[in-house]
């Protein structure tokens, strides 16, 4: 699988055969995952639209992972409108980085600003201007070049730009070639930002040698390295979520570390020394760990993400079978789910029957839907971003799902409000950023996820219930904002098939 030698990770079509374009049903969507083609021979992988309305940018997902690198200055190599969603992320950013290191800044970033001039004349020399100005200023440890759409047009090098500078500058120089129009599947910025953490980042600590064969020293150290784990976060995760996590595996015996996310350069060297990568979510971190076991020789587990019971509960008997620690994970998970019980019996009795519609990335909505069925909800949809082979294991967690309604679409706004307008769902769960058709229906929404909410875990699932049970009694504010808003769309549309505008291509 090394594809370090390149300048770029390849796109997700290509590397892992994703899909942007299905509509149909959960067992149609299986199968077609399974086999790779649609039961009328279109491949699965070449399904397209004839009409988008909107697309997904790598470029901006990468920024949500790279601006939470800690003693990093970011250059967006782009035009000053590129990136400008970082601004909203200031305040999470500086308060996440704070609490792992009090001294932490916020976000610190730069823009080229290309213009029509450098799109004639190439924008190396600003490129160059601005890294050496970013490390003479702040100094940092590392400065992440993230490349956009028009220097890759234009044919700016980039890559010998820095290594170049890399003579003249202190920090870690990392190009990040992320532009957003060379593939269809934005979670390929996963992959680009993990591609420069391995090419820049990632080697091994030095450490001490040590004199005395058995050295009592040594020997601690080994067994600590033999019961540490690293937890490959994701930007969308709150710190209550992997305060969760620590807490469950702390419980059986385990030392947790967690990467990515809020993490600084130095982290990447010391993750090495660990026995098991662990996946919060295959559709971020398969690069990364295959690579890292390819290299090194660590192996990783790519399975579930623990959003729910059951799917915590696999999450946590798959680590604990590494270690052959099966029993303690069990007893853990008895006393788990008592207590779990115990707290979700009051919102069952106000939740049971309410309809749900999810929307968002396809681990996160499939593994969240264990919850609504946990509540005694009834799923009636979903839509997410993209479809690939990491969802497969968390259907097994789900019951009577296999006529369920599913689009797989990155935005695309006017199949999601064909599908509500005849679905009826009762609640909305979303991702963040792309509730606006939901309020406008007046439908109470949930936040798929946010850095202020808990969803991993047993804690999760309770604040996923209370949450859920708030919004459910008070939806006053989407009903008046449906009474008094419209939507863009004829009254057509909604009489058509929702996916009336997906294509499939025969194999070639």
Known sequence: MNYLDGKSAPGREDRLKANTAFGGTCSQMRKSARNGCFPDGGCLNLAGRRFAQTQGCQFTLSLATLNTLRNAVIVMHSP???????ISNVGVNKSYKQLRDPLATGIIWFNTNLDEVDVINGGEKKLRETVLFADQE?????????????PALIGDDVDSILSDLQTQTSAILVPIHCEGFKTKVMATAYDAVYHGILKNYIKMPERREYIAEPDLEKLKEQYRISRNVNI??????????????????NAIGLNVNFIPCYAEPEDFT????????????????????QHLKEKYSIPFLIDTIPIGRKNTERWILKIAEHFDLQEEARQLISAENEQLDKSLEPYRKTLAGKRVFLGGGEVRIVATAEIIQDLGMKVVGFKAHHLDQFVEPIFDSLAEIDDVVVDVATNQPFEQVNLIKRLKPDVYIGHTGGHNISAKLGLPILPLFGPSYNYLGYSGTFEVARRLNRIVKNGQFNKKLAQNTRLPYKKEWYEKDPFTYIKKEDVV
């Open 80 to 86: 000053i409108g590129c990136g400008a969603c970082s």
């Open 138 to 150: 702040y100094r940092p440890e590392t400065i992440i070049v993230a490349n956009g759409c028009v």
């Open 270 to 289: 010391y993750a090495l020394e660990t026995s098991l990568n662990v996946s919060i979510c295959g559709t971020h971190d398969d690069y990364f760990v």
């Open 232 to 249: 490959l976060n994701v930007s969308s995760m709150s710190r209550a979520d992997e305060l969760e996590l620590q807490r469950l595996l």
